[in-house]
């Protein structure tokens, strides 16, 4: 009869090692001041795809659209899921799914509108040069 350490480690040497495996879910968060609103950003990087979440208070959600760059069409595609096709995550989900090929989910607060997007659009076009993995 074999003795049970030995029977285990048998098990264990055939299972396939862990090492260096990434995760499969990554969060990157950072914020600005832009004019005289503070905006916060959080990624949640998946392995094909991200969720940016631009809001001004933790709490708040807005609009939400998803959009994803096909192999038939030279533009993405975008469906918003909350809010109208004129919310300013449609327009920037579309943006970053085209710059990066990935499905792109975004939610934006509903105050984030006129003159500040753009402002919001550049501080994420920096941040995805500077830090491309976190996207």
Known sequence: ???????????????????????????????DQINDTECFFQVIKLEDSFHLWIGNSPASFG???????????????????????DSPSNSLALQLAKKTGKQVFVSCDS???????????????????????YF
């Open 63 to 85: 609009s939400f659209t998803v959009a994803m760059q096909t192999k038939f069409d030279k533009l993405p595609s975008s469906v918003p899921l909350i809010g109208g096709s």
């Open 111 to 133: 105050s984030f509108h006129g003159q500040i997007m753009p402002l919001v659009e550049k501080r994420i076009s920096q941040e995805l040069k500077r830090h491309p993995e």
């Open 1 to 31: 009869m074999a003795d049970k350490g030995t029977v285990n480690d048998e098990i264990a040497d055939k299972i396939r090692r862990m090492d260096n495996i990434k995760p499969l879910i990554g969060v990157h968060t950072f914020h």
